[in-house]
């Protein structure tokens, strides 16, 4: 079972990946912890965008053969403010892997998406992973990309269907070309930026949609 907890509170960071939380999480059932946090190496990032009436700080994703409960009750003591999810994972590019507890050196974009009325849970899903997933590879410089469909809320109220993570090359943090992969040609990068507009507005992503730079840490939690 993979679990994710979107996060608010200020100095997250440090306490998200204290040895003493990891403990914890390891005790409760936990085999594996990764955390995204948008920090001080991804503060010049451009693209953010909030749905939430705050922005989210960070991302906890964790994977255990429990239940959520205590986990849920482990990271709520750390925020200020936290909602849950049970997720399902489909990795269309591995990310690379990283030495525990090593920042991955990319930017980690995690986007919160809602199916938007005027479309089935189905529909949206076919437009999403069916046909949005190969658009996104191929108009982006992305070496990294995990879709988290949502199953069930496990901790709070707030709606969302999907949480997507996509690994870009740090310069994509300002320069739209490193972002899109467009190798500084204008022209190539409308072409990609208008083909990605496309997909994403034909199921429903250019709306009610979050947008968080991180930074990307993995601990593995198995004894």
């Known amino acids: 079972m993979k679990l994710m907890y979107a996060l608010w509170g200020t ?7 204290a040895p003493e939380l990891r403990e914890a999480l390891r005790a409760a059932g936990a ?3 990764q955390v995204n ?38 990271l709520a003591g750390i925020a200020e403010r936290s909602a849950g999810w049970e997720v399902e994972e489909r990795t269309p590019l591995v990310p690379p892997p990283t030495a525990d507890g090593q920042r991955c050196p990319a930017l ?3 986007g919160f998406l809602r199916i938007p009325p005027d479309l089935t849970a189905g529909e949206w899903l076919r437009r ?10 191929q108009t982006q410089a992305t070496f990294g990309y995990v879709q988290n469909r949502v199953l069930r809320a496990v901790h709070g109220s707030d709606r ?10 740090m310069a994509a943090m300002t320069d739209l070309h490193a972002f899109y992969g467009s190798g500084g040609d204008d022209a190539e990068l409308r072409r ?32």
């Open 192 to 223: 990609r930026l208008t083909l990605l507009i496309e997909s994403v507005t034909r199921f429903g992503a250019h709306e009610s949609l979050d947008a968080l730079p991180t930074s990307r840490y993995v601990y593995e939690l198995a004894s």
């Open 160 to 169: 969302v269907d999907a949480l997507v993570e996509e690994l870009f090359p």
């Open 108 to 110: 980690a974009q995690i």
């Open 37 to 74: 946090v948008d920090d001080a190496d991804v503060a010049a990032a451009k693209l953010r965008i909030t749905t939430f009436d705050t922005p989210v700080c960070a991302v906890a994703s964790v994977w255990t053969e429990g239940g959520p409960a205590r986990f849920s009750g482990l």
């Open 128 to 137: 999403w992973q069916g046909l949005h997933t190969s658009v996104a590879i």
């Open 31 to 33: 085999t594996r912890l």
């Open 11 to 17: 100095a997250i960071d440090a306490t998200l990946r």
